[in-house]
T-cell receptor
């Protein structure tokens, strides 16, 4: 079974440009999460989808970030316009929705974004 | 809010040396505790977990014991190998959402480098 897949693995863009990151969760996983790790710091939660609905977006840094999950399958995270401080590794994770018990979140390999 | 503090790296060891990576946490309630590992070029993987006080999580020769009295979850391995070289993240979760899913809060990560 395929794991969580993220595209691209690495992106270098200029300040002011737009970048779109994509995440394909494990098939059948209703929960999808985005995280970000800025160099040397914590991996911080950005937002959480349940199917196509945003369950929690309390971690989104500002309105330059837009996440979508149309149809409840793959998700995109767009940064527009990108700033230098947006550089970091963006992780996506997915998990099953199973009432009554904790479910493990499986992570992708991350997209390394460099804004120059 | 919840937080996780890890010892700063990198930790550099020779093969077969003993490993300890310290982790302490701050949380309300009774969180579950985790160690994740990211090998070069790969995604985050759950290494081990403990869900209540005095539980010991173990996997691949690694161990960590949930110590409520010291709010710690230190990672240990008796004899490290070159293949253990990776970044290790301590994490906690007490945010149980509808559907049984959780959202981990991560530490900054500790890089481990093992030399032959």
């Amino acid at each position: 079974e395929a794991g969580v897949t993220q595209f691209p693995s690495h992106s270098v863009i200029e300040k002011g440009q737009t970048v779109t990151l994509r995440c394909d969760p494990i098939s059948g996983h209703d929960n999808l999460y985005w995280y970000r790790r800025v160099m040397g710091k914590e991996i911080k939660f950005l937002l959480h989808f349940v199917k196509e609905s945003k369950q929690d977006e309390s971690g989104m840094p500002n309105n330059r970030f837009l996440a979508e999950r149309t149809g409840g399958t793959y998700s995109t995270l767009k940064v527009q316009p990108a700033e230098l401080e947006d550089s970091g590794v963006y992780f996506c994770a997915s998990s099953q929705n199973r009432p009554g018990g904790n479910t493990e979140a499986f992570f992708g390999q991350g997209t390394r974004l460099t804004v120059v | 809010g919840d937080s996780v503090t890890q010892m700063e790296g990198p930790v550099t060891l020779s093969e077969e040396a003993f490993l300890t990576i310290n982790c302490t946490y701050t949380a309300t309630g009774y969180p579950s505790l985790f160690w994740y590992v990211q090998y070069p070029g790969e995604g985050l993987q759950l290494l081990l977990k403990a869900t209540k006080a005095d539980d010991k999580g173990s996997n691949k020769g690694f161990e960590a014991t949930y110590r409520k009295e010291t709010t710690s979850f230190h990672l240990e391995k008796g004899s490290v190998q070159v293949s253990d070289s990776a970044v290790y993240f301590c994490a906690l979760s007490d945010r149980i959402l509808g559907g049984g899913s959780y959202i981990p809060t991560f530490g900054r990560g500790t890089s481990l480098i093992v030399h032959p």
